[in-house]
């Protein structure tokens, strides 16, 4: 079974290449104004947070629907990432869910190569984690937003994103798998907890033994689907 994480493309195209530069110079993701700041991605905490930003509507985004709704993905996609690294359901193995044999979470994520496990995310010929530009770019561009004027819904997201980060690398998820009870979908005994997220959209489908999670079961969260396994035992 071919077992990928496809996700959305970048949902905002933007004149962000300064912006990253500035970053990089400064050797950190620090934006003025609100003042949010990003822990650099080179640390396990900002590359975490990179994804998690990357990968969920913002305000002003057409697939954006509420604050509430576009945090409850980026702590979904972290439980993804989380359940291939650790939670593994009987009659699975885990290259079969994850791709590789790991207990890391960014191992999860470069799995691959660029387009693989998580697009755009990967490693450099020197092993290390990295994203693609178009990443860097929209995020930054979300950040400079969030930095003008008061603090509002995109300074929140973006360090709610941060702190989900900074909480799992110390103790684990900050709150409960959405999915975790889960079991049953329709007739299909399901083994509970998110497995994959793809763009929402019916083209769209990871396939095999995934198991689309319904509207009625939160499946539809900050512009993606998340699927959860069928029960094999």
């Known amino acids: 079974m071919k077992n990928v994480i496809p996700t959305s493309r970048s949902r905002v195209v933007t004149p962000g290449l300064v912006l990253v530069v500035v970053s990089l110079l400064l050797g950190g993701w620090l934006a003025r104004g609100a003042n949010v700041e990003l822990d650099p991605p080179s640390t396990p905490e900002g590359y975490v947070a990179l994804l998690l930003i990357n990968e969920t509507a913002f305000p002003g985004e057409r697939r954006y629907i509420s604050e509430e709704e576009s945090k409850n993905c980026m702590l979904s996609v972290l439980w993804v990432l989380h359940c291939r690294a650790l939670v593994i359901p009987p009659g699975y193995r885990q290259r079969h869910v994850a791709a590789v044999e790991t207990t890391s979470v960014i191992d999860v994520m470069t799995a691959g190569g660029v387009r693989g496990q998580v697009d755009g995310f990967y490693e450099d010929a020197s092993g290390r984690p990295v994203a693609t530009p178009r990443v860097h770019e929209r995020v ?43 079991r049953k979908i329709n007739s299909t005994r399901v083994t509970g907890h998110g497995y994959a997220w793809m763009t ?31 029960a094999k035992k």
């Open 140 to 182: 930054n561009y979300l950040l400079n937003i969030a930095n003008q004027g008061e603090p509002g819904r995109m300074a929140r997201m973006l360090l709610y994103a941060q702190n989900l980060s900074r909480q799992y690398f110390k103790s684990g998820p900050a709150s409960k798998d959405l999915f975790a009870d889960l």
């Open 200 to 230: 929402d959209e019916r083209r769209f489908d990871p396939g095999g033994a995934y198991v689309r999670i319904p509207d009625a079961k939160q499946g539809s969260l900050g512009g993606n689907r998340f699927y959860t396994l069928e």
